[in-house]
């Protein structure tokens, strides 16, 4: 089956180990599917792609709402949702705890919106109780921008009871899922998230290209309120333009191949399966950073089935160490961001990621430790990571 395929694969089809948070490595299936001949975006080839692919999308973020396409960035996505639901001098919410919530807040302001920042330690969830006590402070603030899964410091936050204050409290709940979504269960429409935005390039197993957002009826209640220019992100557009089996402006064409691929594969696996094979490859991660001398960042218990976040061991040079990594190893893995930019690593485990690739970056790191003088290469690494697999307590 597909999703065995995936669960224990190793990256050896690919021109180098990719373990950052996005974009992720394609699997050849998804290689082979963007090979196909161009097709014309205002034709049936393509509307029949569109409509897979939506239905297909709408499945994965469980909701029965509109599911629109941006050829963009998730970060597109993220600007689309301030952009139709915000009018200048807008009072907005923003929870953060990391780099990704700053980004939010930041298009917030952007946009002319009086941004209230309930904010974290970086590793910290955002707290619900806090979130409440925001909420009511400020009754004018109708829309709640959270992020899901903290690609920064490798955190999810408790989305499910986030959201659940959000709603409670009458606002409308927009969710950075741009790293989360197709890797991390998600209930849009049971959880009560009005607007759930998230990239291509992610779980999804397709390049960079293609924002997917889905929009409730109280979103679009809002939307047709605002009045936030906008002109490309505009989703009316979007919404007409979807009707008839297109989109308002020229589609990645080729990455709608691919996301169509890559959706295949999901279900094929199956969605509990891949949020298991998720959680599982996480823990092997942590296991193998912490016998290695790293330091998990996030906080126990919210840390993150995508993204692994670590502080390094006494007297390792975070830069070198990854250049080393990636040119003697093939080995690519993240730094931190922002202020925790030369401070950190990051090792990203979603998409087409099995076990063995797991037991490779680990191994590879374990090397070039050595290589730097800092810690011997003893097999530590690459035995946690298998006890971990093995379901063996550490």
């Keep these: 089956m597909a999703g065995e395929g995936i669960a224990r694969s190793t990256s050896m089809t690919f021109s180098s180990q990719l373990r950052i948070p996005g974009p992720t490595p394609l699997p050849e299936r998804v290689v082979r599917s963007m090979s196909r001949p161009m097709v ?39 600007e689309s949702a301030v952009a139709n639901l915000v009018s200048p001098g807008d009072e907005v919410v923003v929870a953060l705890c990391g780099n990704f919530g700053e980004r939010f807040a930041a298009l917030a302001s952007a946009y002319g919106a009086d941004v209230v920042r309930l904010e974290f330690e970086w590793g910290q969830p955002v707290d619900a109780e806090d979130l409440a006590l925001v909420l009511e402070k400020h009754p004018k603030a109708k829309l709640l921008l959270l992020t899901h899964n903290e690609t920064s410091t490798g955190l999810t936050n408790p989305l ?63 939307q047709s309120r605002a009045r936030a220019p906008r002109y490309y992100f505009d989703w009316k557009e979007a919404k007409t333009w979807a009707d008839k089996g297109m989109t308002p402006f020229t589609t990645a064409v080729s990455v709608a191949f691919a996301l169509q691929e890559g959706i295949r594969m999901l279900e094929e696996e199956g969605l509990a399966k891949v949020y298991e094979r998720h959680a599982r490859l996480a823990r092997a991660t942590q296991a193998g950073l912490q016998a290695l001398g790293f330091k998990l960042f996030a906080r126990d218990g919210f840390r993150s089935n995508t993204v692994t976040a670590a502080l390094p061991p006494e007297g390792l040079n975070v830069e070198p160490f990854r250049k080393l990594l990636h040119d003697r190893y093939g080995v690519v893995i993240a730094g931190g961001q922002n202020k925790m930019a030369g401070k950190m690593v990051r090792v990203g485990h979603l998409g087409a990621v099995g076990e063995g690739d797991i037991v490779q970056v680990l191994w590879a790191m374990e090397q070039a430790l050595e290589e730097m003088d800092i810690a011997p290469a003893d097999g530590r690494g690459v035995a946690a990571v298998t006890s971990s697999l093995q379901g063996v307590p550490a």
């Design 40 to 78: 014309d975006h205002r034709g049936p080839e393509f509307s029949a792609i569109l409509a897979e692919i939506t239905a297909g999308a709408k499945r994965v973020f469980k909701t029965s709402s509109d599911l629109l396409f941006l050829t963009s960035s998730g970060t597109g996505g993220l």
């Design 160 to 222: 499910r009871e986030l959201a659940r204050v959000g709603r409670d409290a009458g606002r409308v709940v927009v969710v950075d899922g741009v790293s989360s979504i197709s890797s991390i269960e998600i209930e849009t429409d049971g959880w009560g998230i009005d607007v759930a935005v998230s990239g291509s390039q992610k779980g999804w197993m397709a390049p960079p290209g293609l924002a997917l957002v889905s929009v409730s009826e109280r979103a679009w209640e809002m």
